[in-house]
């Protein structure tokens, strides 16, 4: 199919498409208005993973290892459960902790239906880990830096002992110059010995700072003013969209599974029938405007399609056998709301327009309508003819357009069918045929009732209209078969609503 055929399918499926687009919105409008209202805020914390400026690749993965053994202590148990104890909450809010690729931060989000509970707890949690940090690298034992404390008192303590002892000897044996030497050597190496477990101790007294600072807190938890979900905005933006492909994808797979036909095209396919007319489709306001008088300047275009589908009748009309023009026309369509009533009243209007007497037979003794479309009384019309209560002088009316009349169909009577096949019937339409340059019958639709059936045999020529986006691919090739089998003598098709053809000479004239 063309792209002009896919349109049409969405033009035909149109309230398949706003129906699916309207529920889906109107279900995503409530649940978003109704659904609680939750909170999102988050807390950024930074690991130090290297001390030093130089960055190996074993660095590269102590990093990678202490950024998730953090990650994973975040969300463990025994974390969770003092985190739920510190705020004294039996259900923790949804939380999760995830890592900033190539940067030394993690994220806490933590998502809650009440904000305060929100920000207290990605703090809270931050302060756990921190805590939690520290037990984590200080080991069970001592600590090198108490360690080196505990060294270094004994250091100090035997470098004042040797200074005693050297202060001592030099005091009591001035002379003793060897002896003396022994005893400062013993001093330098006490000093010495200090000196080094006092270095030993400032740098371990460092690094256990930088290791109580291993983790921090970059960006703290502020308590969110407007909720993160739901995005009424988002959702419904989405929603529609949704619902939109949604009923997109139903127009065609209602397609795939009807046999509506949506072209004029595919129903000259169906039909095999000739289209001679294409009458463009007017919404009801200006159709019922369209019918009132000397509404000249009503859609040019419309009126137009019915002066053309005139010439085509004249035109293609087949002649009689003494050479005149056939002079009775039967419209009909396969299925009844395709229009057939409204395009007999505008064919018959647009003939006598063009100084042709014309008139109009409302067959349609079920259901009529030209009477409707005429603004006539039904009292008497064709059935009280045909039962001979009546002549046609009394009954047949006139219309505002000269030269065009109308026979309505008078009170539905008990037997249509017998009625339409009367003599009678066959008496009147002979001499219609005389009086007028063209008489039209308006039936009943093929397969509703078999009432056009009986017609068909008197008249010279058949209409069959087809309404887009209404006409069934099935009732059009029944309706199609039962006028071959009848050996029907076809004009030609009429397509109802039929693909606009814009003009600007008639647009215009709007």
């Known amino acids: 199919m063309d792209i002009k055929s896919y349109l049409a399918i969405l033009r035909g499926n149109r309230w398949v498409i706003i129906t699916t687009s309207i529920v889906t919105l109107a279900v ?33 993965m102590y990093a990678d290892r202490l950024m998730n053994t953090y990650t994973k202590l975040a969300t463990s148990r025994p974390v969770l ?11 923790l809010p949804k939380i999760e902790v995830k890592t900033i690729s190539n940067t030394e931060l993690i994220i806490i989000t933590v998502e809650s239906s009440n904000p305060t509970i929100a920000k207290d707890s990605a703090n809270a949690l931050a302060e756990i880990l921190i805590i939690q940090g520290r037990e984590l690298y200080s080991g069970g034992g001592k600590s090198v830096q108490e360690i080196l404390s505990e060294q270094l008192i004994q ?25 003396i030497a022994l005893f400062f050597e013993k001093v330098k190496l006490k000093e010495s010995t200090y000196t080094t477990l006092l270095d030993q101790y400032d740098e371990a007294r460092l690094k256990e700072r930088i290791r109580e600072n291993i983790i921090t807190v970059v960006e703290p938890a502020i308590e969110p003013l407007k909720p993160s979900k739901p ?16 009923g997109i994808g139903l127009a ?25 007319g294409k009458i463009p489709a007017l919404p009801k306001k200006r159709l019922f405007r369209l019918l009132k008088a000397n509404d ?46 409204i395009i007999t009243f505008n064919l018959a209007k647009a003939i006598a327009q063009s100084g042709k007497k014309v008139i109009i037979i409302d067959c349609d003794l079920h259901i009529p309508k ?12 064709l059935s009280t003819v045909l039962n001979k209560k009546t002549n046609f002088i009394d009954t047949v009316q006139k219309t505002q357009y000269p030269g065009m009349h109308v026979l309505t169909s008078g009170p539905i009577p008990p037997n249509p069918e017998k009625l339409l096949g009367s003599t009678q019937m066959k008496s009147l339409i002979k001499f219609l045929s005389e009086q007028y340059y063209m008489v039209i019958l308006d039936t009943p639709a093929l397969l509703s009732i078999s009432d056009s059936i009986s017609l068909i045999p008197i008249v010279e020529g058949i209409l069959l209209v087809a309404r887009r986006n209404v006409i069934r691919e099935e009732a059009l090739r029944e309706a199609c078969k039962q006028l071959v089998e009848i050996n029907g003598r076809m004009l030609g098709l009429v397509v109802n609503e039929a693909e606009r053809i814009t003009s600007y000479y008639y647009d215009r004239n709007k």
């Open 28 to 60: 995503v409008i409530f649940l978003s208005f109704t659904i609680t209202p939750t909170y999102i805020t988050t807390t950024t914390l930074r690991i130090a993973t290297s001390s030093t400026g130089v960055v190996g690749y074993s660095d590269y």
């Open 81 to 91: 459960d003092e985190l739920g104890s510190k705020l004294n909450i039996t259900i």
């Open 296 to 341: 000249e300047n009503m859609n040019t275009s419309f009126k137009e399609a019915f002066r053309r589908l005139h010439i085509q009748i004249a035109t293609q009309n087949p002649k009689r056998d003494d050479g005149s023009s056939l002079k009775t026309i039967l419209i009909t369509s396969s299925e009844p709301g395709e229009g057939k009533s």
């Open 231 to 246: 995005n009424k905005l988002l959702n419904i933006s989405l929603g529609f969209i949704v619902g939109l492909i949604g």
């Open 155 to 179: 250091a100090e303590k035997e470098l004042k002992d040797a200074r005693q002892e050297y202060d001592a000897f030099v005091l009591e044996n001035p002379k003793e110059t060897d002896q």
């Open 370 to 381: 030209q009477h409707i479309i005429n603004g006539f009384s039904n009292e008497i019309g």
């Open 252 to 276: 065609f797979l209602f397609e795939n599974l009807g046999t509506k036909l949506y072209t004029s095209k595919q129903i000259e396919s169906v039909a095999e029938i000739n289209i001679i």
